[in-house]
């Protein structure tokens, strides 16, 4: 069983910066894939990056495209969600989630194409 545990959320102001974190944990596979998601309230769920750990292709929403960034490290089975110029829209949960294979231009967007998701790490950011 994997277990992922995200950390790094909380409150930041408009034009700032925050960094999440995702350590995975139990049983890992050395061809899957890491994603981050987020659901606002009264919304679904929505991706906003992903990447495969070999050899590393990534993947962003629009709406992020140019201030995240998604980074791993492999030794520590981490991921990390680099956020800057954040806006008040950024404001939501922000999931991490594991897929037991790379993902490709068909399923890195899908909810359902992952198979593990963490608790969820609240990011809010004021205007």
């Known amino acids: 069983q994997v277990q992922l545990i995200e950390s790094g959320g909380g409150l930041a102001q408009a034009g700032g910066s925050l960094r999440l974190s995702c350590a995975a944990s139990?049983?890992?596979?050395?061809?899957?894939?890491m994603g981050w998601f987020r659901q606002a309230p009264g919304k679904e769920r929505a991706f906003v990056a992903a990447i495969n750990w070999i050899p590393g292709s990534t993947y962003y929403a629009d709406s992020v495209k140019g201030r995240f960034t998604i980074s791993r490290d492999n030794e520590k089975n981490t991921v990390y969600l680099q956020m800057n110029s954040l806006k008040p829209e950024d404001t939501a949960v922000y999931y991490c989630?594991?897929?037991?294979?790379?993902?490709?231009?068909?399923?890195?967007?899908?909810?359902?194409?992952?198979?593990?998701w963490g608790q969820g790490t609240q990011v809010t950011v004021s205007s």
């Open positions: 989630a594991r897929k037991n294979t790379p993902v490709n231009s068909s399923t890195y967007y899908r909810v359902s194409s992952y198979n593990y």
């Open positions: 139990g049983r890992t596979f050395s061809r899957d894939a």
